[in-house]
């Protein structure tokens, strides 16, 4: 009986012993778990924050990648217009170069026909200094002629006084001072020399249509022979004016517009449906006021003017 007591006992020390083994196994087990768990868990973690930052690392490598293959794409397109500018600037050099020898050349040649220009200089020099001497020589020839010319102009003014002797002062037909009036064709001459109007020589006949002399139109109507009287027609500035009866070297006076002292018309001479003269138009114009402003106009008939 006691035996089989400690049999039993022995047998529930020995399930308890192995419970206990087996429950420390566990337990061991289980903290072995669980580290093996944490462990997992932390390295885990480690390899995510490991491969995070392997990431950001080859997220920063690649920018730097980036921009290093655009450095180098800004440096092989500066590098290609740095090669660009050297060929026009070898370009350049080469023109420059072929300028500056032109220039060389015609720099030479300017020397060449500046020494050939002073030693034509000198020659012409030679030939004036020679000419000189020649004039003082003839100097005296001159002198000569001169005094000739001298005696030759005076008597020339003194033919000219006596022509001016001749020519005459006399009054118009509306009653103005005429200039001096010329009968013939020297005094007419010598009215042109002096210069104080211009003259315009006329032969005009009988016809239908007006005769453009000068600033003026002229158209005979009327010659009669024998009484040795002629009437006209004159157009100046536009308007008609007729001249009745007039007499040889006769001054047939109108005014034209910016003039102040009277055109005149002469006729020296009077023939049968024909009569000669000459038209005598004054150079000098009014400043201000017109001379057919200042003047009483002839009327348009005429007959008595």
């Known amino acids: 009986m006691f035996n089989a007591q400690d049999g039993s006992q022995g ?12 429950g420390l196994l566990f337990a061991v087990l289980l903290v072995g778990g669980v580290s093996q768990g944490f462990y997992s868990w ?20 690649a920018e730097t990648i980036q921009g290093l293959q655009d450095q180098i794409g800004t440096t092989d397109t500066r590098f290609t217009e740095l ?8 370009t350049h050099l080469g023109s420059t170069r072929g300028e500056l020898a032109k220039t060389r050349q015609m720099a030479d040649q300017l020397a060449k026909q500046q020494q050939e220009s002073s030693e034509q200089v000198a020659g012409q020099l030679g030939s004036l200094q020679q000419e000189q001497a020649d004039t003082k020589g003839a100097v005296g020839t001159l002198s000569t002629d001169v005094t000739g010319v001298r005696q030759e102009v005076t008597v020339t003014k003194q033919d000219l006084a006596a022509t001016r002797s001749d020519l005459q002062r006399v009054v118009g037909d ?8 010329a009968r013939n064709k020297g005094e007419l001459d010598e009215l042109r020399l002096r210069g104080e109007r211009d003259y315009f020589e006329f032969d005009l006949r009988k016809a239908k249509q007006l005769q453009r002399l000068g600033p003026v139109g002229l158209q005979l109507k009327k010659a009669d022979l024998k009484r040795q009287k002629y009437t006209i027609d ?8 007729e001249k009745k009866d007039k007499n040889t070297n006769e001054p047939v006076q109108f005014y034209q517009q910016g003039y102040r002292i009277p055109t005149e018309i002469v006729v020296n001479q009077i023939q049968k449906d ?8 004054p150079k000098v114009r009014a400043t201000q006021v017109s001379g057919i402003e200042r003047q009483p106009a002839p009327s348009a008939s005429g007959g008595g003017s």
């Open 42 to 61: 932390s390295l885990h973690n480690r390899l995510q924050e490991m491969e995070s930052a392997m990431q950001t690392q080859f997220g920063g490598q």
């Open 174 to 181: 509306l009653g103005v001072q005429s200039g001096l009036i």
């Open 83 to 90: 090669q660009g500018e050297v060929a026009t600037t070898k």
């Open 274 to 281: 024909r009569i000669v003269g000459y038209i005598s138009v």
């Open 234 to 241: 004159l157009v100046a500035d536009d308007r008609r004016i």
């Open 11 to 22: 047998t529930e020390k020995e399930q308890e012993n192995k419970s206990w083994i087996w």
